[in-house]
């Protein structure tokens, strides 16, 4: 099946600063999502982005799915920022399954 | 709209009871997905299911395991006999893909229930 490879795995920064966190997928995909987990364990939707580039607010992702890759860039981070990143992708040849990489877990300092 | 319920949020049981684990999906919503989370890690796929239909179940356990969405009411995860190695938090979630599966599969999760095995 296909695998989805995060990184880096952990970061910390101070507040104040930008981050760009990235996702390798080893096959072509329709769907591409990426997700922030809280520390209370809320997952929320960022951007739904198999290619092309969108931004909301400080964060923004663009997906070049021919090269099999996605980044989430976060300006400006602030500690609400703080929690565990997931890319989560859908193989072309899969396209119910959603796969969720390990994450990429950030802690802003204040 | 209420969004993805799961209940119970906390749920303790002994070895060897049954767990069950409850998600309705958001209004209009047809499709629903099941994954776990382990302490410290990723979200592992378990189960995909439309009503009244698995469409892929390729991440659900052999044994033990089971998962349904009815016609009516929400879908249900079961665990027969639990044993430690199940205490993990699991998360529902759904998609608005209609019944034919066209639309975009973008998923909004619920908030997990927490199964504990003493």
């Known amino acids: 099946g296909i695998q989805v490879e995060q990184s880096p795995p952990d970061l910390i920064l101070q507040e104040g600063a930008n981050s760009t966190l990235r996702c390798n997928f080893s096959d072509s995909v329709n769907n591409l999502q990426w997700f922030h987990q809280n520390p209370w364990g809320q997952l929320i939707n960022l951007f739904y982005i198999p290619s092309g580039t969108k931004q909301n607010g400080r964060l923004s992702a663009t997906t070049v799915a021919t090269e099999r890759y996605s980044l989430l860039y976060i300006s400006s981070s602030q500690t609400t920022d703080s929690g565990v990143y997931f890319c989560?992708?859908?193989?072309?040849?899969?396209?119910?399954?959603?796969?969720f990489g390990k994450g990429t877990r950030l802690h802003i300092l204040p | 709209n209420a969004g993805v319920m799961q209940n119970p949020r906390h749920l303790v049981r002994r070895r060897g009871q049954e767990a069950r684990l409850r998600c309705s999906p958001m209004?209009?919503?047809?499709?629903v997905y099941w994954y776990r989370q382990l302490p410290e890690e990723g979200l592992k796929f378990m189960v995909y299911?439309?009503?009244?239909?698995?469409?892929?179940e390729s991440g659900m356990p052999k044994e033990r395991f089971s998962a349904e969405f009815p016609k009516e009411g929400p879908s249900i995860l079961r665990i027969q006999q639990v044993v430690r190695g199940d205490s993990a938090a699991y998360f529902c979630a759904s998609s608005p893909r209609d019944r034919f599966g066209s639309g975009a599969n973008v998923l909004t999760f619920g908030a997990g229930s927490r199964l504990t095995v003493l």
């Open positions: 299911l439309q009503k009244e239909n698995i469409i892929d």
């Open positions: 209004k209009g919503h047809s499709h």
């Open positions: 989560a992708v859908a193989s072309m040849n899969r396209d119910d399954k959603i796969i």
